[in-house]
């Protein structure tokens, strides 16, 4: 059960850091969901965006 517990761990953590974006100071970024910009800009610094 350990190892089972640990795999899913893992993943759920890969997941949550792959939501983390750093945006630079001077920069926006924009976001697209499917391909299509959905209406929210970034602004500098930490950003988290759902995965």
Do not use: H, T, W
Not at 1 to 13: K, Q, R, T
């Amino acid at each position: 059960m350990e190892p089972f517990a640990l795999m899913i761990a893992a993943i759920l953590g890969f997941g949550g850091l792959s939501g983390i974006k750093i945006i630079n100071q001077g920069d926006e970024a924009l976001v697209e969901r499917l391909g299509k910009y959905n209406g929210k800009k970034l602004r500098p610094g930490l950003n988290y965006l759902i995965p």
